[in-house]
């Protein structure tokens, strides 16, 4: 411990002189941060760039100042807002926890069990607001610690792995948390993971952990942490663009989708090419024949989406007058604003790109 404390004053010290000014870090580090500014950028900032949030934290505290305002406002309004971010889960959880948390005046748990317990705060998220709004002895675990700890102590598992391993690191986190203030400690591992201690090409040089990281002295940096496997699911599929010649567009809601699901979306189907024949039908399922006017393959969208790896043909159809198909219908200058996923609006490009509309039979 007391290697530990030692080696925090130096952190602490290289954090407070060289810190990186964002719009959710206060000017005077000492501060007590505001609880829901400090969810809502945590939340933002897991699995995503910071650059990418930097301008989506501002427009969301412009528009949703407060947990009492945005327990008001409407789903597809927030998705909009997530727009870019991607692991649009976190969003839907932030409207539920918003909602739960309005009932109590706004107020935020003091409590990690309690905060555990709201929709989409997790171990992670929950020991961030403790320690950086309310200036409790509470450790964070994410992927930057993760990496500086196994370096460190020259850890070669990782926390996924199990009970046991899981137990090691958060261990370690609190040993660093409770070393002195937490709400310091905490931002200044994340920032030396983020500017220091990167995933290659470390900058070992400048690190004021260096003098304690056996990583370092065996010249061993880019060993730790263990390579985690990434195992992606392929999907393969069509988008079904339906349009009418007014050039509005037919979105519905994707229950069964196994990614962007309850979200406005163009219909989506999943084939392998060994079954194209079976495309026809499929279609008729949703728009019969009788009621097409024009409908031709307008080109390919490729995609990642957590775990899914995407290959999307797009099939634009345009309708004949009065077909009266059920489902939301917008127009194109409202396309892009109504489809919250960059994978959707991929989609509503390669269809508006295309010209090639044709009376001949696709099939």
Known sequence: MTSIISANRSLCKWFVESRESFPWRLENLYEFRNPYAVWISETMLQQT???????????????????????????????????????????????????????????????????????????YTAG????????????????????????????????AEGKKERDFYWDEAFRWAKAD??????????ELGRKICKRSNPDCENCPLQKICQAKQENRQNEFPKKK????????????????????????????????????????????????????????????????????????VEHSITRYKIRCRVLKVQIKPNAGLDGIWVSASELFEKLPSSFAQKIAQVAEEDAGLSKNPLF
Request: net charge positive; with cysteine.
């Open 128 to 159: 961030a607001i403790l320690s950086l709004a309310f200036h409790l002895p509470e450790a964070i675990l994410d992927g930057n610690l993760v990496r500086i700890f196994a370096r460190l102590r020259l850890w070669d598992f990782l926390p």
């Open 49 to 123: 760039q910071v650059s990418a949030v930097q301008t989506a934290f501002k427009k969301w505290m412009q528009d949703f100042p407060d947990v009492l305002t945005l327990a008001k406002a409407k789903e597809n309004d927030v998705l909009q807002h997530w727009q870019g971010l991607g692991y649009y889960s976190r969003a839907k959880n932030i409207l539920r926890t918003a909602k739960i948390l309005a009932e109590n005046g706004g107020m935020f748990p003091q409590a990690r069990k309690e905060l555990e317990q709201l929709p989409g705060i997790g171990a």
């Open 229 to 300: 496997v990434v195992r992606y699911e392929s999907w393969t599929g069509f988008a079904l663009v339906v349009c009418d010649k007014n050039e509005n567009f037919l979105l519905r809601v994707s229950p069964r989708s196994p990614f962007l699901k309850n979200q406005l979306m163009f219909p989506l189907f999943e084939y392998a090419d060994a079954f194209r024949n079976r495309i026809p039908g499929i279609v008729e399922s949703v728009i019969p024949w009788e009621k097409i006017d024009q409908c031709s393959w307008a080109g390919i």
């Open 181 to 190: 203030k937490a709400f310091l400690t905490n931002e200044a591992l994340m």
